[in-house]
């Protein structure tokens, strides 16, 4: 089992910051790829971001040069650097671990962050 537990959201103004952070314990080792998803009201949850073991990373096209996944393996935590945040980015942000062998995904808690106009 791998629990993750997410922090940092919160209300920030369009063009602000935000810095997301999840940290993972438990069968830490079964973990691939690790990454954040969103779902806003009435919509489905979408990825935002994705890293896995090897460093590669993903992004949603919405975000793609505002938003910068990272990883410190050594802390067992992936990180979500949010630049220029708009409105629309407005979601419940969910923390995410994939296992290696079952493709097996874990989910956080959630995080909301709102974004104003």
């Known amino acids: 089992q791998v629990q993750l537990v997410e922090s940092g959201g919160g209300l920030v103004q369009a063009g602000g910051s935000l810095r997301l952070s999840c940290v993972a314990s438990g069968s830490i080792r079964s973990i691939n790829a690790m990454g954040w998803y969103r779902q806003a009201p009435g919509k489905q949850r979408e990825l935002v971001a994705r890293i896995d073991s090897d460093g590669m990373r993903n992004y949603a096209v919405s975000v793609k040069g505002r938003f910068t996944i990272s990883r410190d393996n050594a802390k067992n935590t992936v990180y979500l650097q949010m630049n220029s945040l708009k409105p629309e980015d407005t979601a419940v942000y969910y923390c995410?671990?994939?296992?290696?062998?079952?493709?097996?995904?874990?989910w956080g808690q959630g995080t909301q962050v709102t974004v104003s106009s």
């Open positions: 995410n671990a994939q296992a290696w062998t079952t493709l097996y995904n874990y």
